[in-house]
């Protein structure tokens, strides 16, 4: 593949980060990983991803701090963001709304078949 | 003379002497009036007449000041040269006497060579220009002449000969220098009869230094004309006006004209005594006797006024001429009212006290007992109808005393009769005593049974509080003050939800409905409210407040509020549902980690795996998938348990819905070969519904039915407007009908009851999905209750179950809840 897209998970718990990591790099996507929320924010920074998958509950910053943070950079404002998480809290959901994520997943529901279908609907890839 | 006769005598008399006082005191009153408005008219013409001759004299002041300041070059190089020669001069004071000595010595009418050249000059020339044009506009010789000195007081130009050279030891010359204007006061020339002022400037040049003295002669007969105006305006024939100097000469009088300044008689001087002047008296002159007002001169702008005084006189007998026409009819309505009054009296006493007093006799007679006697006035008037009427009276006083004796007889029969009824009643009012005495002892009993009813509301351990219709505590329990902390004598009397003793810590919209709702609408209401105990501490409870309305009036009599204390029960809540949050986080983590490493081992991603691995593999993942599920609906179930879950509708297609929840079971209805059939109405309104309910609803209805059917069996779904089975629904509200029926096993009769109980499972559904939650179903018809909509179902062993959810058409209504249930 000559345009190789590049992939930013950003997940506190290994196992699932591995477990993501090693089916998009299968797919065919160049991946970044990022432990908690600010290594996420530093990694999308410093090497602009062409999309996030995110966590919300993770230590340092959370998901949605971080979302909000990158939605007010404009290099970073319009990079599409994935949220995947245990809770579907009203209030959080709300948020994520309210900064444009359309897609809410709760990870137990998902399988990694869905989320790469999601991912690259979301990058016109499909 | 009879009383009567004294009171109108009486009246009389005080009418008349209240008509004089009020005449003379009108009379006073008005006088006076008019004294102040004539007076005050008069000054007030008087002032401005004054003021328009200071302002006369300003501009005759203004035609020659404006022609010293304007640095004329003319005036002001033959001044400054002639300062300038003056000052080569060895002695000046002596040039100056010696030319004034040879200038008095000339002829009145001779001119010499030298004063011919001060009289032909430039600045002469100009001179006499300007008073010939000032003469020419007048119409009279207003300024006869006018001349200039330089500095040192010698005549420079002239417009005629003048009696002096020098002038430097004239007064006017000296004041002028010093105050740069001067106006003599007024003073007459005998030989051109004529009243005339001096005016004289100051002469500063450009860079303001002193360099001559301009003087004019002012003829002031131009006055007198502002003067006689005042008699030309005014309608009172015997008017006069008199302009007098400050020193009391006369200048001008409208009656004499000007004279020669003469001494003004003793009252217009009169005047000028004392500080402030008088403004108005009355005295006599020439023997008349005169109103005079006097207006005193005030200046204008620069010109501060020569002091005069303008005085204005009118006979008295005109002045008050129309007031004396009021006195004469006053006299003449005083005079003819009181002939009025006496005719009256005569009239009064003739018609109306002389019968009056003929009846009192005829009273008196029969007073001593002759019952016989009549009256014998026999007259048309009331009078008349008085003594008719009394001998009217007379007669029936005779009759009625004999019938009188014949009554007391009759009388006294029936007050024999009344006593024996009096005794009957007594005794019927003693068993009625009894009667009493028997209802006292059930009322006691009564009160017993309501001291106990008391007992058990004082102690109960609910907040219980009776207030009036205005939530005025009338009355609240001892628990009160455990759930407050305030002590039930502290809140009677209190407004119930008062601030200091509740917190009030809700919305103010909150206590605005809930007003509304107990006062207005008459409805009771369960609420949870947070309060703040007497310590601070906050606290939470469930309210029940019960308005107690009067079946007659059907108005609020009484309010009563039962409070429990839930804040224990709220806390455990929370932490419940903390838990919950928890639990499924921990437990959705390796449950995902189990599906997602399954799901690359399956998918070949770690390479190819043979039949049996597969199979274990797949073992592993159809487990995982159940432990989902149980987690998924273990914490629907919690959320619906808290009443935290949340309700938000927006415009929901059913039949989509529907579509989706098949799509899911689809892999199932494959696998079993079972047929699914649609029956929807065709038109179905899009409903405002919570998409997420609705699909669990949806969802669980569709795969029971999979799960329960036996391969090749058909599962029907429809959504419906309109079904026989409708028919049981309460008819006040529209709904839109779910149906979903099936072929399958049934629900056995033993289990139609428990179906919809937590965790059951029916015995037939056991064997069939060994797997099942038993919460599908519970957590359906939560949903449903919660949806206000209706659940139910028809079945029949091994035919088929068909379910039915009736969801109101208004569709769900919004709730905030902190959790959205998981699909």
């Known amino acids: 593949m000559t345009n190789k897209k590049t992939l930013l998970i950003v997940e506190d718990e290994p196992a699932l980060r591995e477990a993501i990591r090693d089916k998009f790099i299968r797919e065919g996507f160049a991946v970044i990983e990022a432990r908690d929320g600010q290594e996420g924010l530093d990694e999308s920074r410093s090497k602009h991803p062409d999309i996030v998958i995110m966590d919300l509950v993770m230590p340092v910053l959370d998901g949605l701090s971080v979302a909000e943070k990158l939605r007010q950079e404009p290099a970073r404002a319009n990079v599409p963001i994935v949220i995947l998480t245990n809770l579907s809290e009203n209030e959080q959901v709300d948020k994520a709304l309210s900064l444009g994520i359309n897609d809410f997943l709760v990870k137990s529901d998902t399988s990694l078949e869905k989320l790469v279908k999601i991912v690259k609907q979301k990058l016109n890839l499909a | ?420 009824e009096l005794r009957d009643q007594k005794d019927a009012m003693l068993n009625i005593l009894e009667d009493v005495e028997r209802q006292k002892s059930q009322l006691v009993a009564l009160a017993e049974d309501l001291q106990k009813f008391r007992l058990a509301v004082a102690e109960a351990s609910d907040h219980i509080v009776i207030t009036d219709a205005e939530g005025i505590i009338l009355y609240a329990n001892k628990a009160v003050e455990e759930i407050t902390g305030f002590s039930p004598s502290e809140v009677i009397g209190k407004k119930v939800g008062n601030k200091e003793l509740w917190g009030g810590l809700m919305d103010k919209e909150f206590y605005v409905q809930l007003w509304k709702t107990i006062k207005f609408d008459k409805k ?123 309700i938000a509708p927006e415009p929901v297609d059913l039949k989509q819905v529907a579509q989706q929840a098949l799509e899911e079971i689809q892999e199932k209805v494959q696998k079993k070969g079972l047929i699914i059939k649609e029956d929807s109405d065709p038109d179905i309104p899009i409903t405002s519904l919570d998409p997420r309910l609705t699909h669990i609803i949806l969802q669980n209805l569709l795969s029971n039915a999979a799960k329960y059917t036996l391969p090749g069996g058909t599962i029907t779904w429809a959504i419906k407007m309109s079904d026989p089975a409708m028919a049981k629904l309460p008819k006040d509200k529209k709904y839109v009908l779910i149906k979903v029926s099936d072929t399958g096993v049934g629900i056995p009769p033993e289990a139609v009851d428990k179906i919809y109980s937590k965790l059951y499972r029916a015995d037939n559904a056991r064997s069939m999905d060994p797997d099942g939650t038993g919460l599908g179903l519970y957590l359906t018809k939560s949903i449903v209750d919660n949806a206000k909509g209706r659940i139910w179902f028809e079945t029949e062993i091994n035919k088929g179950t068909t379910f039915y959810v009736a969801l109101p058409l208004s569709g769900m209504e919004e709730r905030k809840g902190t959790k959205a249930l998981s699909v």
């Not at chain 2, 032909?120 to 008073?131: C, G, H």
């Not at chain 2, 469930?542 to 059907?554: F, G, H, K, L």
């Not at chain 2, 770690?606 to 073992?619: D, H, S, V």
């Not at chain 2, 432990?627 to 879950?645: P, Q």
Request: aromatic share 10%; net charge negative; charged share 25%.
């Open chain 2, 1 to 420: 003379m009879k009383i009567r006769t004294k009171i109108i005598l009486v009246i009389a008399i005080m009418a008349t002497l209240s008509l004089v006082a009020g005449f003379v005191s009108t009379n006073y009153f008005i006088r006076n009036i008019f004294m102040e408005i004539t007076r005050d008219y008069n000054i007030l013409v008087v002032d401005n007449q004054m003021g328009a001759v200071d302002r006369i004299i300003y501009r005759r002041l203004e035609c020659w000041k404006s022609y010293v300041n304007q640095n004329n070059p003319v005036l002001i190089s033959s001044l400054v040269s002639s300062n300038q020669e003056f000052g080569r001069l060895d002695n000046i004071e002596d040039y100056i006497s010696r030319q004034d000595k040879s200038w008095q010595s000339s002829g009145k009418d001779e001119v010499t060579p030298f004063m011919s050249s001060l009289l032909s000059s430039p600045l002469a020339l100009e001179l006499k220009d300007r008073i010939d044009f000032y003469n020419k506009e007048y119409g009279y010789d207003i300024f006869p002449e006018a001349f200039v000195t330089n500095k040192y007081g010698a005549i420079v130009s002239a417009s005629g000969k003048t009696t002096d050279y020098n002038q430097a030891d004239e007064d006017w010359w000296q004041r002028s220098v010093q105050k740069g204007l001067y106006v003599s006061d007024i003073i007459f020339d005998e030989s051109t009869n004529s009243n005339s002022l001096i005016i004289s400037l100051r002469i500063d040049d450009g860079a303001g230094n002193f360099v001559g003295v301009f003087r004019t002669t002012y003829d002031s007969r131009d006055i007198f004309d502002v003067v006689k105006e005042i008699k030309t305006e005014s309608k009172a024939k015997s008017l006069d006006a008199y302009l007098v100097t400050s020193d009391g000469r006369l200048i001008y009088s409208v009656s004499d004209g000007f004279g020669n300044l003469e001494i003004a008689p003793e009252v217009l001087k009169s005047f000028f005594e004392g500080e402030p002047h008088i403004k108005d008296k009355i005295a006599v002159l020439d023997g008349a006797k005169k109103f005079f007002v006097q207006g005193h001169s005030q200046g204008y702008k620069y010109f501060s006024g020569l002091g005069w005084s303008l005085i204005v006189s009118y006979d008295t007998d005109e002045v008050f001429s129309l007031l004396r026409v009021l006195n004469n009819n006053n006299f003449l309505t005083v005079g003819l009212i009181g002939i009025f009054i006496i005719i009256l009296f005569f009239l009064i006493s003739i018609y109306v006290l002389k019968p009056l007093g003929e009846l009192n006799e005829d009273v008196l007679i029969i007073e001593r007992g002759n019952l016989n006697h009549h009256s014998k006035i026999k007259s048309k008037d009331e009078i008349g109808d008085l003594a008719r009427a009394f001998n009217s009276l007379v007669d029936s006083v005779k009759k009625s005393r004999s019938s009188i004796e014949k009554q007391v007889e009759e009388q006294t029969k029936d007050i024999r009769l009344k006593s024996q």
């Open chain 2, 524 to 646: 009771p209401l369960k609420a949870e409210i947070n309060n703040k105990r007497r310590n601070g501490e906050l606290y939470t409870v469930s309210a029940s407040i019960t308005p107690i309305v009067d079946e007659v009036t059907d108005e609020v009599k009484f309010f009563v509020g039962i409070e429990r204390d839930i804040t224990k029960e709220k806390a455990i809540d929370k932490a419940k549902t903390e838990f919950v949050s928890l639990a499924s986080h921990q437990l959705r983590t390796p449950l995902s980690t189990i599906r997602w490493y399954t799901e690359m081992v399956l998918a070949g991603d770690m390479g190819e795996i043979n039949e049996k691995q597969r199979k274990y593999i797949e073992e592993i993942d159809n487990a995982n998938g159940r432990m989902i599920d149980l987690v998924n609906a273990l914490l629907n179930t919690s959320r619906i348990e808290l009443g935290t879950f949340m």
